[in-house]
């Protein structure tokens, strides 16, 4: 039987429902709509595994700092560190390899670290960002994108977040889908920012628990224009 983790919960929906929306984003700032099936998303995850493993090194035991808001490229970036056998944390400067948003760089990074630019995510940047940190973009297109070369390292008992292996981080994942009434293959509303790992736990691990899905709503707080999104979505609950 595979490991309980949340990485082979994302593994199942690719065999199982491959193209089925996992998750879509919207800026109502800029009109930004942008979707991603298990499918593509998955060519994504792939090649974030392949960086940190193939080209870097890194698996179990090693840490990535990720300081990114709630975005589709951001899921791509968790999804890639969680199959690739990283724990996840928002303290850059303890970590193995840092993803962060290129207008908001932290001031301690690790050796390794990548910039990500969210209003132009699928581009990536013109150049590389200041001391050293790579375009994340730029970095991931050569890998492989294909999901069969892609090997989850992880197991139920290595380190996920910050005090909480991959099992508990399940079992806090599947109470805070309950909490927020997201039931088996729901979609999730959220307008939450991404600031912490709690954030991480209530809206992107809690629909992965249950086989759900995410929509991120960004820039909004019209609830006019929250309530029409949940209905063009079809999602099913908010947080």
Not at 115 to 136: F, M, N, S, T
Not at 176 to 200: E, I, K, M, V
Not at 213 to 234: P, W
Request: one cysteine or more; hydrophobic letters at 45%.
């Amino acid at each position: 039987m595979p490991a309980d983790t949340p990485e082979h919960r994302f593994a199942e929906l690719v065999v199982t429902e491959p193209a089925r929306p996992f998750v879509t984003y919207y800026d109502e700032a800029s009109g930004e709509r942008t979707e991603l099936s298990v499918r593509s998303l998955g060519n994504w995850v792939a090649k974030t595994h392949h960086l940190l493993g193939d080209e870097l090194g890194l698996g179990v035991g090693d840490t990535a700092g990720v300081t990114l808001p709630a975005h589709w490229i951001s899921v791509c970036v968790l999804l890639g560190c969680l199959t690739a056998g990283l724990q996840l944390t928002t303290d850059t400067a303890s970590a193995d390899v840092a993803f962060v948003d290129a207008g908001d760089l932290p001031p301690d990074l690790p050796l390794d670290a990548f910039a990500i630019a969210p209003a132009a995510a699928a581009l990536g940047l013109r150049d590389d960002g200041a001391d050293g940190v790579r375009d994340y973009v730029a970095a991931v297109r050569p890998q492989g994108d294909a999901w069969a070369g892609v090997q989850l390292l992880g197991g139920a008992a290595d380190p996920c977040l910050p005090h909480l292996n991959r099992g508990q981080v399940l079992e806090r994942a599947r109470n805070a889908a309950r909490d927020a009434g997201l039931d088996t293959g729901g979609r999730l509303l959220t307008t939450r920012d991404w600031s912490s790992p709690d954030d991480w736990l209530d809206t992107f691990f809690a629909a992965l628990d249950v086989g759900g899905s995410l929509v991120i709503v960004h820039n909004c707080t019209d609830d006019a224009v929250l309530e029409r999104r949940f209905a063009q979505e079809r999602a099913t609950a908010r947080n």
